[in-house]
């Protein structure tokens, strides 16, 4: 491609000799005027020594005037040169400023030059791509009809194997529908916020058992003890202790008990507390080789009904896994919540219904 080459105007350099020339000149006439001034104070003196009679004669005529020195004119040719040397320096100095001026609007152009080039090497790359683009188009346009028989006749050839190779055997297993009572051992989970953590029950009734003989004091006054257990995993467990009233005390309505003789008493109602508001685990570490919750499920009797607590938010996780355990031979049960209630039970309660 052709291009106009553009042709610089050579720069103007500041010339130092002319400028020691002009600084000589001035130096030149400075001693000039020194010397017209050292004269001059020396012919002043002079006057002054003169005699009264020569001052007399001199006051008579008249009075000297500058274009009588005969240096006079040398002094006003210095001055004329001083000026003109003034005027060669302030004209040099505009020279200079105009140079600078041009090689800055040269600079300018040259730059705004450079983004062109830019500009047309990046248009020029992106018609390369799209006509790269355009090309494998076209051979792929250009396949002919053979080649794509070829290319039928493979995949049916794939398929026929793949309808000849036996599929693989998978056992399904169909749940009835009809739940019933539980009457065996339970183990309780609760499912919550996308989690499933181990609520170990069987360690608080164990505590609660070994404190029960401790609380006969307590029931000998009251009709009822309130206490806790102490924290397991990532809960604990708030229960209630109540004496049995007999025909005598039922029929005494709100009386204190009798604190004489034997009575009966036992464990009514239990809250589960959780102590932590991010517990248990996901569905991904629940099903993983290690889990909690793999430890807890394999070491458990077939016999075992799993009670999931489950609330609206973990419906989905609550199905993943009791479809894992159904495969691993156990029985489930599911006790969903709303929002915000506790894990609880009484006497009064139902029992679980598992699967």
């Given at each position: 491609?052709?291009?106009?080459r553009?042709?610089?105007?050579?720069?103007i350099?500041?010339?130092?000799?002319?400028?020691?020339?002009?600084?000589?000149?001035?130096?030149?006439?400075?001693?000039?005027?020194?010397?017209?001034?050292?004269?001059?104070?020396?012919?002043?003196?002079?006057?002054m020594?003169?005699?009264?009679?020569l001052?007399?004669a001199?006051?008579?005529?008249?009075a000297?005037?500058?274009?009588?020195?005969p240096?006079?004119?040398?002094?006003?040719?210095?001055?004329?040169?001083?000026?003109?040397?003034?005027?060669?320096?302030q004209?040099?100095?505009?020279?200079?400023?105009?140079a600078?001026q041009?090689?800055?609007t040269?600079q300018?152009?040259?730059t705004a030059?450079?983004?062109?080039?830019d500009?047309l090497?990046k248009?020029?790359?992106?018609l390369?791509?799209?006509?790269?683009?355009?090309?494998?188009?076209?051979?792929?346009?250009?396949?002919?009809?053979?080649?794509?028989?070829?290319?039928?006749?493979?995949?049916?050839?794939d398929?026929?194997?793949l309808e000849?190779?036996?599929?693989?055997?998978?056992e399904l297993?169909?749940?009835t529908?009809?739940?019933?009572?539980?009457?065996?051992?339970e183990?309780f989970?609760?499912?919550r916020?996308?989690r499933?953590a181990?609520?170990?029950l069987?360690?608080?009734l164990?505590?609660?058992?070994?404190?029960l003989?401790d609380?006969?004091?307590?029931?000998?006054?009251?009709?009822?003890?309130?206490?806790?257990?102490?924290?397991?995993?990532?809960?604990r467990?708030?229960y209630?202790?109540?004496?049995?009233?007999d025909?005598?005390?039922?029929?005494?309505?709100?009386?204190k008990p009798?604190?004489?003789?034997?009575?009966?008493?036992g464990?009514?109602?239990?809250?589960?507390?959780?102590?932590t508001?991010?517990r248990g685990e996901?569905?991904?570490?629940a099903?993983?080789?290690s889990s909690?919750f793999r430890r807890l499920v394999?070491g458990?009797?077939?016999?075992?009904?799993?009670?999931?607590w489950?609330?609206?938010?973990?419906f989905?996780?609550?199905?993943?896994?009791?479809?894992?355990?159904?495969?691993c031979?156990l029985?489930?049960?599911?006790r969903?919540?709303p929002?915000?209630?506790?894990i609880a039970?009484?006497r009064h309660?139902?029992?679980?219904?598992g699967?």
């Open positions: 491609m052709y291009r106009r553009l042709h610089q105007r050579e720069k350099a500041f010339s130092f000799d002319s400028f020691l020339d002009v600084v000589t000149n001035v130096v030149g006439i400075i001693i000039r005027l020194i010397l017209v001034a050292w004269v001059g104070g020396r012919s002043y003196s002079a006057l020594l003169r005699n009264e009679a001052d007399a001199v006051a008579q005529t008249a000297p005037k500058a274009d009588d020195d240096l006079s004119e040398q002094i006003r040719r210095t001055l004329q040169e001083l000026d003109a040397a003034r005027s060669r320096l004209a040099q100095l505009q020279d200079l400023g105009l600078e041009r090689g800055l040269v300018a152009q040259l030059l450079a983004q062109e080039r500009q090497a248009l020029q790359t992106d390369a791509r799209t006509n790269g683009a355009k090309e494998k188009t076209m051979r792929l346009a250009v396949l002919s009809m053979d080649e794509l028989r070829r290319r039928q006749q493979a995949l049916l050839d398929m026929k194997k000849a190779e036996p599929g693989p055997k998978k297993r169909h749940r529908p009809v739940s019933r009572t539980v009457q065996a051992d183990v989970l609760e499912c916020g996308g499933v181990f609520i170990d069987q360690a608080f164990q505590e609660i058992q070994s404190k003989d609380k006969v004091a307590e029931l000998r006054t009251s009709w009822k003890v309130d206490d806790a257990t102490r924290p397991v995993g990532a809960f467990l708030r209630v202790i109540e004496r049995e009233k025909a005598a005390e039922s029929f005494g309505g709100g009386a009798r604190s004489e003789g034997g009575f009966r008493y464990l009514t109602e239990w809250v589960v507390e959780p102590l508001p991010l996901t569905l991904e570490a099903l993983a080789p909690d394999e458990l009797d077939a016999s075992t009904v799993i009670t999931f489950v609330y609206p938010d973990s989905a996780l609550f199905r993943q896994l009791r479809d894992y355990l159904y495969e031979g029985e489930v049960a599911g969903p919540l929002k915000g209630a506790p039970a009484s309660g139902t029992a679980s219904r699967q």
